[in-house]
Every structure is written in structure tokens, then in C-alpha cells.
């Protein structure tokens, strides 16, 4: 059975960073993809970024505009999200998942972007 786990979310101010981690487990195939995706307060879940595992090869949502870095830990089945530069309008609960929609994920980390 797959299990996420997320951590890492908190209170920062707009500019400032956070890294974003995910323990993952139950997985029997390594050669995927995985996701970040958030839902920001009455929003629908949106994908944030993903990665390929086996090569490491990102790809991001537009809205990141280069804030945001994604990466992973293949010997520790770990998988990062390393946000820069937040705006208010990436506050939300961040969840790691198996695929783009969101459909298999953690409980997520709440990331509150505020001053």
C-alpha cells in the first residue's frame, strides 16, 4: 500500500522560502513520476511540479516562474519541494501524489504565505 507523508509546511513571510519533503513508501515500480500538487483555501487541487524518478528531469507548472525546485532521494525515497521567493498566493496545503491530479496523496502540509 502506497503512503505519503509530507512535511515541512508553515507561517512565512511573502519572499521568504520553505523546503517541502515527502517520505514515500509501498511503491513496487520505480521507474514514475511524482507530483507535488496543492488546494488553496474553496480551490480546486492544482499541480505544482513533478518529477521524473529514475533521470531526475523537473517539470513545473507555469505559476512557479522559476520559484520553485523539485527533487528527489531515490535511496531514501524522498521527494523534495524547495520554494522560493512565496507569494500570498501560494498559500495552500501541499500534497505529494502519484500523479498530476492528486488522486493518490498524503494528508498534506499546510504553507500559510502571510505578513
Known amino acids: 500500500q502506497v503512503q505519503l507523508v509530507e512535511s515541512g509546511g508553515g507561517l512565512v513571510q511573502p519572499g521568504g522560502h520553505l523546503t517541502l519533503s515527502c517520505a514515500a513508501s509501498?511503491?513496487?515500480?520505480?521507474?514514475?513520476?511524482m507530483y507535488w500538487v496543492r488546494q488553496a483555501p474553496g480551490k480546486d487541487i492544482e499541480w505544482v511540479s513533478g518529477?521524473?524518478?529514475?533521470?531526475?528531469?523537473?517539470i513545473h507548472a507555469n505559476f512557479v516562474k522559476g520559484r520553485f525546485s523539485i527533487s528527489r532521494d531515490n535511496a531514501k525515497n524522498m521527494l523534495y519541494l524547495q520554494m522560493n521567493n512565496l507569494e500570498s498566493e501560494d498559500t495552500a496545503v501541499y500534497y505529494c501524489?502519484?500523479?498530476?491530479?492528486?488522486?493518490?496523496r498524503g494528508k498534506g502540509t499546510l504553507v500559510t504565505v502571510s505578513s
Open positions: 518529477i521524473h524518478l529514475p533521470s531526475a528531469f523537473p
Open positions: 509501498g511503491f513496487t515500480d520505480s521507474n514514475r513520476w
Open positions: 501524489a502519484e500523479d498530476q491530479q492528486g488522486t493518490v
